[in-house]
């Protein structure tokens, strides 16, 4: 059973960081794409960072882009998404998800429950 499990979500004031962390269990790890994905309320979820199964590839949203790293940690099997110079307008729900590419199947999609981040200003 494949799980992700975020964390690192909570409040902070407008110019503020915060660092989201996602932790994989039940496969291997390095195999997965990884990525970020958020949902205001009201609003459909959109994409906000990834990185690839070698760390090598990180691609960003444009309204990150500057302000937001992903990167990975194979030994520990999580997936980070430090958050600096927060705006308001990136209150959301974040969801980490997984992508496993199998030969057969093709793209197997996981993701998280969410964790709530909330910028004031």
């Known amino acids: 059973q494949v799980q992700l499990v975020e964390s690192g979500g909570g409040s902070v004031q407008a110019g503020g960081s915060l660092r989201l962390s996602c932790a994989a269990s039940g496969v291997t790890f390095s195999s997965l794409d990884l990525h970020w994905s958020r949902q205001a309320p009201g609003k459909e979820r959109e994409f906000v960072a990834a990185i690839s199964w070698s760390g090598k590839v990180t691609y960003y949203a444009e309204s990150v882009e500057g302000r937001f790293t992903i990167n990975r940690d194979n030994a520990k099997n999580t997936v980070n998404l430090q958050m600096n110079s927060l705006k308001p307008e990136d209150t959301a729900v974040y969801y980490c998800?997984?992508?496993?590419?199998?030969?057969?199947?093709?793209?197997?999609?996981?993701w998280g429950q969410g964790t709530q981040v909330t910028v004031s200003s």
């Open positions: 998800g997984a992508i496993l590419k199998t030969p057969e199947l093709g793209e197997i999609h996981y």
